[in-house]
């Protein structure tokens, strides 16, 4: 499956924005899919997961209440909306695809996905 990241850019502290992530050459409910972030000079680290048919969910604790991760099954797309955003969540993020797990799986190791997007780059001014 390919992976494509849409929807970064330049905000300021408290703004709002969605990120998308369009997949194809796939069957799109057959991946668990997750968000991942790089800010600069830091290691990649987790964001947001959800299982292959939606419904569940996981978040990292820096996001937890204000990021919210969801995916569209007949638009092969998953999202990642970002609400009251910090300057510390400026990084690139990437979306990933795990396939071959079970329907409630939610993934949160970088290792455990096996497709990954170009990232879209995301700045939040203060």
């Known amino acids: 499956v390919q992976l494509q990241a849409f929807g970064g850019g330049l905000m300021q502290a408290g703004d709002s924005l969605t990120l998308s992530c369009d997949a194809s050459g796939g069957t799109f409910s057959s991946y668990a899919m997750g968000w991942f972030r790089r800010a600069p000079g830091k290691e990649r680290e987790f964001v947001a997961a959800v299982n292959r048919i939606g419904g569940r969910t996981q978040y990292a604790d820096s996001v937890k209440g204000r990021f919210t991760i969801s995916r569209e099954i007949d638009r092969n797309t998953v999202y990642l909306q970002m609400k009251t955003v910090k300057p510390e969540d400026t990084a690139v993020y990437y979306c990933?695809?795990?396939?071959?797990?079970?329907?409630?799986?939610?993934?949160?190791?970088?290792?455990?996905?096996?497709?990954w997007g170009h990232g879209t780059l995301v700045t939040v001014s203060s």
């Open positions: 990933a695809a795990a396939g071959g797990r079970t329907s409630y799986a939610i993934l949160m190791a970088p290792n455990e996905y096996n497709y």
